[in-house]
C-alpha cells in the first residue's frame, strides 16, 4: 500500500519531529494534539527545523514554505478518513495508547495502519484492543528524528508481512533506514544500549576510574560521546524507565547499578534537570562526588577496562541474533545508525568478528566469574566457537569473509 497521507498523534517531543520527517518526504501529514495552543507549539517545532535548514542553505524559502504547508494541525478527526497511517506519539502509558487506538479506528479507513512510536510497551497488547491487529506495528523513531536514520519496524503477534512491509517501504520513502525488529522487551537498540551504559556505571562504582575517563575511553574507540554523557543528554528518569520493563522481561542481568538509584533519588536526571553525572547548573560537583563516594564504599575493586563494557553489549546482540530479534546485517547498521556505533568498525558483530569470538568468550568468562551472571555467555557464542567459527582471521563468524 502507498502511503499519500499520514497523521501524528501527539505534537509532543517525537510527533512535531516525525510530522517535519513526513513533510519533507512531500506527503501531507495531520499533526493532532489535545488542544489547540500544544499543536501550534508542535507545529513551531516544525517551523523550527525548516528555518534551521533555510539558515545553513540547505533549502529556499519558498522551499521551507511549501513543505510546512503540507503539515496541518489538528485537534479533532475531521480530515482523518483518508490517511494511510497513523503514527501515534502520546506519552508512555499503555492505557492510554491502547484509548487513542480505539478512538482513531472509528475515524480512519478500514486498510488504515496504526503505527506506534513506543520506545518499550508491547506492540501485541497495544493491537489486540484494535479490530485490526494486523494493521498495528511499532514505528520506533529515535530522538532527534529529523537527524537519526534509524527507525525500528516491529510486528506485534498479529502484524501481517503486508504491513511491515509497507512501513519499511514508508520508511525508505522518508529517507529513513529501516531494521525490522522481532517484538522483545527494549526492542533491539534499547536492549543492547542499556546494559552498555549500565556497565559503564558499575564499573565507575569500583572506583578505577572517572566518568570522564569512561567517557574518554568510548571517544577513543570511536563513539560520538561517551555513556555518562550520553546518559545525561537521554535523561536519567527515562533510561530508568527502559530500564525497569528490561528487568521485568530479562531479570537480574538488566539490574541498574545503584549510582543510578542515587543519582535518581537526587533528581539528578542529566542535562534536563540541570545536573547528572555531570554538572550543568551551579550545583557543583561536590553532591555527585558524595553521592559516588556512598556507593563505592560498598564495593570492591578491579581494574578498569573498556573492553568489559563493549563485550557485555557484544553478548546482548548474540543473544538477539539466536532469539531472531534482527539479523546479523540488521543488528549492526541498527547500532551504527541508531547508538552511533563507529562506523569504521560496521557494527558490534563486525567488531566481534574483528576481535574474535574465542577472545570473547574468554573474557566474558572471567568478567561472569569476577562480576557475576550478568556476563554470562550467550549460547549461540560458545557453539560458534566450538565449531570453529571464530571471525574474520578464521573467514568465518557473524559474517563470511574471504581469505
Ligand atoms: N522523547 C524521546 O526521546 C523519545 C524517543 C523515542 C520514542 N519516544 C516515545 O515517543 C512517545 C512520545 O514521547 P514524547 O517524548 O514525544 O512525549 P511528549 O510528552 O513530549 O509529547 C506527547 C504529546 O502527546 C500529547 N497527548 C497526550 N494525550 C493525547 C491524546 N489523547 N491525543 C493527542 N495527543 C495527546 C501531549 O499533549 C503531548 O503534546 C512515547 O511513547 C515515547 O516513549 C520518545
Given amino acids: 500500500m502507498n502511503i499519500y497521507?499520514?497523521?501524528?498523534?501527539?505534537?509532543?517531543?517525537?510527533?512535531?519531529e516525525i510530522a517535519q520527517v513526513i513533510s519533507f518526504a512531500g506527503i501531507?501529514?495531520?499533526?493532532?494534539?489535545?488542544?489547540?495552543?500544544?499543536?501550534?507549539?508542535?507545529?513551531?517545532?516544525?517551523?523550527?527545523?525548516?528555518e534551521r535548514r533555510l539558515q545553513k542553505g540547505k533549502m529556499t524559502a519558498s522551499e521551507v514554505e511549501e513543505k510546512i504547508k503540507l503539515v496541518q494541525g489538528a485537534t479533532g478527526f475531521d480530515a482523518f478518513s483518508d490517511v494511510d497511517i497513523?503514527?501515534?506519539?502520546?506519552?508512555?502509558?499503555?492505557?492510554?495508547?491502547?484509548?487513542?487506538?480505539?478512538?482513531?479506528?472509528?475515524?480512519?479507513?478500514?486498510?488504515?495502519?496504526?503505527?506506534?512510536?513506543?520506545?518499550?510497551?508491547?506492540?501485541?497488547?497495544?493491537?489486540?484492543?484494535?479490530?485490526?491487529?494486523?494493521?498495528?506495528?511499532?514505528?520506533?523513531?529515535?530522538?532527534?528524528?529529523h537527524v537519526m536514520k534509524l527507525v525500528e519496524v516491529i510486528p506485534?503477534?498479529?502484524?501481517?508481512?503486508?504491513?511491515?512491509?509497507?512501513?519499511?517501504?514508508?520508511?525508505?520513502?522518508?529517507?529513513?533506514?529501516?531494521?525490522?525488529?522481532?517484538?522483545?522487551?527494549?526492542?533491539?537498540?534499547?536492549?543492547?544500549?542499556?546494559?552498555?551504559?549500565?556497565?559503564?556505571?558499575?564499573?565507575?562504582?569500583e572506583g578505577t576510574a572517572t566518568a570522564k575517563q569512561i567517557d574518554q575511553a568510548a571517544v577513543a574507540f570511536g563513539f560520538p560521546m561517551g555513556p555518562f554523557q550520553l546518559v545525561d543528554q537521554l535523561g536519567l528518569d527515562v533510561c530508568a524507565d527502559v530500564v525497569k520493563v528490561l528487568m521485568a522481561s530479562y531479570g537480574n542481568r538488566m539490574a541498574p547499578a545503584q549510582i543510578w538509584s542515587e543519582l535518581y533519588g537526587a533528581?539528578?536526571?542529566g542535562v534536563k534537570s540541570g545536573a547528572g553525572f555531570y554538572e550543568y547548573d551551579k550545583r557543583g560537583s561536590d553532591e555527585f562526588m558524595h553521592l559516588l563516594k556512598r556507593v563505592q564504599r560498598e564495593r570492591g575493586s578491579s581494574t578498569f577496562d573498556f573492553e568489559r563494557i563493549l563485550y557485555l553489549m557484544v553478548n546482548e546482540a548474540v543473544l538477539c541474533l539466536e532469539e531472531h530479534v534482527s539479523s546479523a546485517s540488521d543488528i549492526d547498521l541498527a547500532m551504527v545508525a541508531g547508538i552511533g556505533f563507529p562506523q569504521d568498525k560496521e557494527g558490534i558483530l563486525h567488531f566481534a568478528d574483528q576481535v574474535g569470538l574465542d577472545q570473547i568468550l574468554t573474557k566474558l568468562m572471567q568478567c561472569y566469574e569476577?562480576?557475576?551472571?550478568?556476563?554470562?555467555?550467550?549460547?549461540?557464542?560458545?557453539?560458534m566457537v566450538g565449531a570453529g567459527f571464530l571471525g574474520k582471521a578464521r573467514g568465518r563468524g557473524f559474517f563470511e569473509y574471504s581469505t
Wanted: hydrophobic share 45%; net charge neutral; aromatic share 8%.
Fill in 370 to 383: 569476577q562480576h557475576g551472571a550478568r556476563f554470562w555467555p550467550a549460547p549461540l557464542l560458545r557453539r
Fill in 5 to 16: 497521507k499520514a497523521a501524528v498523534i501527539g505534537a509532543g517531543t517525537m510527533g512535531a
Fill in 156 to 205: 506485534g503477534l498479529a502484524t501481517s508481512d503486508e504491513t511491515v512491509d509497507d512501513v519499511v517501504s514508508f520508511s525508505e520513502a522518508l529517507h529513513k533506514m529501516p531494521v525490522r525488529v522481532n517484538e522483545c522487551a527494549g526492542f533491539l537498540v534499547n536492549r543492547l544500549l542499556m546494559p552498555y551504559l549500565n556497565e559503564a556505571a558499575y564499573c565507575l562504582e
Fill in 267 to 269: 533528581g539528578r536526571y
Fill in 86 to 145: 497513523v503514527i501515534e506519539a502520546v506519552p508512555e502509558r499503555m492505557e492510554l495508547k491502547k484509548k487513542v487506538f480505539q478512538e482513531v479506528e472509528a475515524h480512519v479507513s478500514e486498510d488504515a495502519i496504526l503505527a506506534t512510536n513506543t520506545s518499550a510497551l508491547s506492540i501485541s497488547e497495544l493491537g489486540s484492543v484494535t479490530r485490526r491487529a494486523e494493521k498495528v506495528v511499532g514505528m520506533h523513531f529515535f530522538f532527534p528524528a
Fill in 28 to 50: 501531507p501529514v495531520l499533526l493532532k494534539d489535545v488542544n489547540q495552543e500544544v499543536v501550534n507549539q508542535g507545529l513551531e517545532k516544525v517551523r523550527k527545523i525548516y
